[in-house]
């Protein structure tokens, strides 16, 4: 059974950065895709980024490209998500999720993590 685990999220000022973590277990890591998704309080879930089973291709929502950064360590089946010039607009539980195909703006994804909660304050 597929498992995803977040961690690294937190209370941050404005303009401060953190790095979120997702360990994955279940099944082949590096053969799929993984992507970060967020969730405000009172607004929809919405992607954030995702990253290619090796790394070599990305994509950014509009309002974190520039900003964030997704990567992979396929030996650590360990996904990140470095997130500088936080902002309160960044505010969200942030999400790990697990696809078998990379897809640039990926409508769903086969499996999800519990979340992380990252808070900005101004």
């Known amino acids: 059974q597929v498992q995803l685990v977040e961690s690294g999220g937190g209370l941050v000022q404005a303009g401060a950065s953190l790095r979120l973590s997702c360990a994955s277990s279940g099944r082949t890591f590096s053969s799929h895709a993984m992507g970060w998704f967020r969730q405000a309080p009172g607004k929809e879930r919405e992607f954030v980024a995702i990253?290619?089973?090796?790394?070599?291709?990305?994509n950014y929502a509009d309002s974190v490209k520039n900003r964030f950064t997704i990567s992979r360590d396929n030996a650590k089946n360990t996904v990140y998500l470095q997130m500088n010039s936080l902002k309160p607009e960044d505010t969200a539980l942030y999400y790990c999720a697990e696809s078998t195909y990379y897809i640039a703006k990926p409508p769903s994804m086969d499996y999800w993590g519990k979340g992380t909660l990252v808070t900005v304050s101004s």
């Open positions: 990253i290619s089973r090796h790394g070599v291709n990305t």
